[in-house]
T-cell receptor, first 115, second 116 residues
Framework: DAGVTQSPTHLIKTRGQQVTLRCSPK?????VSWYQQALGQGPQFIFQ???????QRGNFPDRFSGHQFPNYSSELNVNALLLGDSALYLC??????????????FGAGSRLTVL | AQKVTQAQTEISVVEKEDVTLDCVYE???????LFWYKQPPSGELVFLIR??????QNEISGRYSWNFQKSTSSFNFTITASQVVDSAVYFC?????????????FGPGTRLSVLP
């Protein structure tokens, strides 16, 4: 049973460019969340998608946007990249239940370097 | 506002030593959940335990044990007889219940190095 898969694993971009990261949730999960993890820090919540809609959003600018597809997979898009966007981007999946109890299953992440 | 503090940035121990990782949290909610995740060098966060705010029973799973104390807002994690494979970054996280979904607030993590 495949867990959460993310692509690409590594990528390098230059300032001002745009990037798209992809995530396939664990089989049976319908909710996808994205987190940004800067080097040496804990993950920070970007947003959560369910039923192809953004349900919650963290403190991130509009340059960060996302999408969820009917098969529950998701994309994270970042426009006008800044050096500070360099980080490990983690995708997590779960079942939709509006409670804090859900265990998130994480992927191995996409490491983005902005030069 | 929610906050999670892990005061220990890095800990080094020798194999077979016991080690405790500290976690202190802040929240105004009465219903919340606490988690511990392990992040090995591969990068994937691995779930270890979940605790709800109404269950203060300590838990033991093999060499791992957790001590939840609401009075001090702490949820500490102890590894008994540590092994080299325990080397990783450990994160404590807080999740609150709401009708809009769920988001985790993670602490900054503690990097544990177990030396042979």
């Amino acid at each position: 049973d495949a867990g959460v898969t993310q692509s690409p694993t590594h990528l390098i971009k230059t300032r001002g460019q745009q990037v798209t990261l992809r995530c396939s949730p664990k089989s049976g999960h319908d909710t996808v969340s994205w987190y940004q993890q800067a080097l040496g820090q804990g993950p920070q919540f970007i947003f959560q998608y369910y039923e192809e809609e953004e349900r919650q959003r963290g403190n991130f600018p509009d340059r960060f946007s996302g999408h969820q597809f009917p098969n529950y997979s998701s994309e994270l898009n970042v426009n006008a990249l800044l050096l500070g966007d360099s980080a490990l981007y983690l995708c997590a999946s779960s079942l939709w239940r509006p409670s804090g109890a859900n265990v998130l299953t994480f992927g191995a992440g996409s490491r983005l370097t902005v030069l | 506002a929610q906050k999670v503090t892990q005061a220990q940035t890095e800990i080094s121990v020798v194999e077979k030593e016991d080690v405790t990782l500290d976690c202190v949290y802040e929240t105004r909610d009465t219903t919340y959940y606490l988690f511990w995740y392990k992040q090995p060098p591969s990068g994937e966060l691995v779930f270890l335990i979940r605790r709800n705010s109404f269950d203060e029973q300590n838990e033991i799973s093999g060499r791992y044990s957790w001590n939840f104390q609401k009075s001090t807002s702490s949820f500490n994690f102890t590894i008994t007889a540590s092994q080299v494979v325990d080397s990783a970054v450990y994160f404590c996280a807080l999740s609150e219940a709401n009708n809009y979904g769920q988001n985790f607030v993670f602490g900054p993590g503690t990097r544990l190095s177990v030396l042979p």
